[in-house]
T-cell receptor, first 110, second 114 residues
Framework: AQRVTQPEKLLSVFKGAPVELKCNYS??????LFWYVQYSRQRLQLLLR??SRESIKGFTADLNKGETSFHLKKPFAQEEDSAMYYC????????????FGQGTRLTINP | EAGVTQFPSHSVIEKGQTVTLRCDPI?????LYWYRRVMGKEIKFLLH????????ESGMPNNRFLAERTGGTYSTLKVQPAELEDSGVYFC????????????FGPGTRLLVL
């Protein structure tokens, strides 16, 4: 079955420190993975997708098919990075739906 | 460009009552999705419309939930009768035809069933 796992519900780091939000997936097909972010009082928005291989707001994520992981990283955390982060897998065979992890609440301490 | 809008933003009802949630997708988006997050759980897919047709409703929890998208524009999600376990945040998302990977989310409707 398709599944996305984010092992950390809460993550707290100091400003300027590196941050890594973990995401593992289970999917028999070719995965298309995303990170979504929800800032306080804002809607869920796409942060980045693996096929774009881009860096958004200093964040990067590399798909590792061997480890079935898609961890989100940023070398130097900023206070405005505090938010809820969701890893998601897109299923397009049959259904076109996103399968989400439980989310990680990231808090950046000053 | 206006984003996905949802109404109401909050709803508090008693068990057994009926509630109807509305979603207005981005204009021109054929794909419309409903998701929900119940307390402490992950965001889960409910169903997917392509224009006015239900493409996939495998995530609908039971027959107390009814979704419609008459005319292929806005969509409604009715819960009748509501139960305590229906409490949560209901999200709507939309995407352009042929672009399921770019889903734009609405702000969500917070439903509390007492």
């Amino acid at each position: 079955a398709q599944r996305v796992t984010q092992p950390e519900k809460l993550l707290s780091v100091f400003k300027g420190a590196p941050v890594e939000l973990k995401c593992n997936y289970s999917y028999s097909g070719s995965p298309e993975l995303f990170w979504y972010v929800q800032y306080s009082r804002q809607r869920l928005q796409l942060l980045l997708r693996h096929i774009s291989r881009e860096s958004i707001k200093g964040f990067t994520a590399d798909l590792n098919k061997g480890e079935t992981s898609f961890h989100l990283k940023k070398p130097f955390a900023q206070e405005e990075d505090s938010a809820m982060y969701y890893c998601a897998l897109l299923l397009i065979q049959g259904a076109q739906k996103l399968v989400f992890g439980q989310g990680t609440r990231l808090t950046i301490n000053p | 460009e206006a984003g996905v809008t949802q109404f109401p933003s909050h709803s508090v009802i008693e068990k057994g009552q009926t509630v109807t949630l509305r979603c207005d997708p981005i204009s021109g988006h054929d794909n419309l999705y409903w998701y929900r997050r119940v307390m402490g759980k992950e965001i889960k897919f409910l169903l997917h419309f392509v224009k006015e047709s239900k493409q996939d409703e495998s995530g609908m929890p039971n027959n107390r939930f009814l979704a419609e998208r008459t005319g292929g524009t806005y969509s409604t999600l009715k819960v009748q009768p509501a139960e305590l376990e229906d409490s949560g945040v209901y999200f709507c998302a939309s995407s352009q035809a042929g672009s399921p990977s770019t889903q734009y989310f609405g702000p969500g409707t917070r439903l509390l069933v007492l």
